[in-house]
């Protein structure tokens, strides 16, 4: 899918940290996958960029002249907190960013990227994913396939999507989101017996880190990083 999910500054990007010990664990099981690191994860990083900072809005708080979004849906960071300042950080390096759409697209990318793998649809998850983590997603599926098995995943509501953490360096931004959500996650074998997981719907707290070159020709933000919360 060439159309993004996040697009000028919607778009999303990391690299390698904890793959060794982890990876034949991370192989083995969606949790495993979703749930530990599977990228290069770094300090918090800076947010991306996005559209939306046209005229400020009405009340919206303002830093060195310029203005957060007046929040809708999703909460973002008190731009006068010191992640409010990374933020603004990223907003004056690329006014096209835009914290609240940003997790709008975060959300989207959730959603699209846990029912891409739990269907074992690659070409979803190339999209979407840097290198590192498509190749230990892939691993993942791959092992799966091999054993027969199929993962069943229903992402029931995402109580909470919460920027965590973010951090610019030099052009290259990322942002920390932590996702609360109740979902049913289960294995099934060949016979359709349960292998791990459950049907009963569990709250899961993931932590995931997006990033982008900012300025780059791709607008895609991209999971770096993803582990349990």
Request: aromatic content about 6%; charged content about 20%; cysteine-free.
């Amino acid at each position: 899918m060439q159309t993004s999910i996040f697009q000028n500054g919607s778009g999303f990007g990391i690299g390698l940290v904890l793959f060794g010990a982890i990876a034949l664990f991370l192989v083995l099981r969606l949790r495993s996958v979703l749930g530990k690191r599977v990228g290069f994860e770094k300090p918090p990083v800076p947010p991306g960029q996005m559209p939306g900072f046209g005229a400020p809005p009405a009340g919206a708080p303002i830093i060195d002249g310029k203005a957060l979004p007046a929040q809708t849906g999703r909460p973002v960071p008190d731009p006068h907190s010191a992640l409010g300042e990374r933020l603004m950080r990223i907003v004056n390096a690329d006014p096209h960013f835009d914290p609240p759409k940003f997790l709008e697209g975060a959300e989207t990318a959730f959603r699209a990227i846990v029912t891409a793998f739990a269907a074992g649809d690659r070409a979803t998850l190339k999209n979407l994913l840097n290198d590192n983590v498509y190749q230990t997603f892939d691993a993942a599926i791959a092992a799966r396939e091999a054993a027969g098995e199929r993962h069943r995943t229903e992402i029931k509501s995402i109580l909470s999507a919460v920027i965590e953490d973010a951090e610019l360096l030099g052009t290259q931004a990322a942002v920390i989101v932590r996702f609360t959500s109740d979902q049913v996650n289960v294995t099934l074998d060949s016979a359709g017996n349960p292998v791990t997981g459950t049907e009963a719907v569990t709250e899961l707290v993931d932590l995931w880190t997006f990033e982008h070159v900012l300025g780059g020709k791709d607008p895609t933000w991209r999971l770096a990083a993803a582990r349990s919360g």
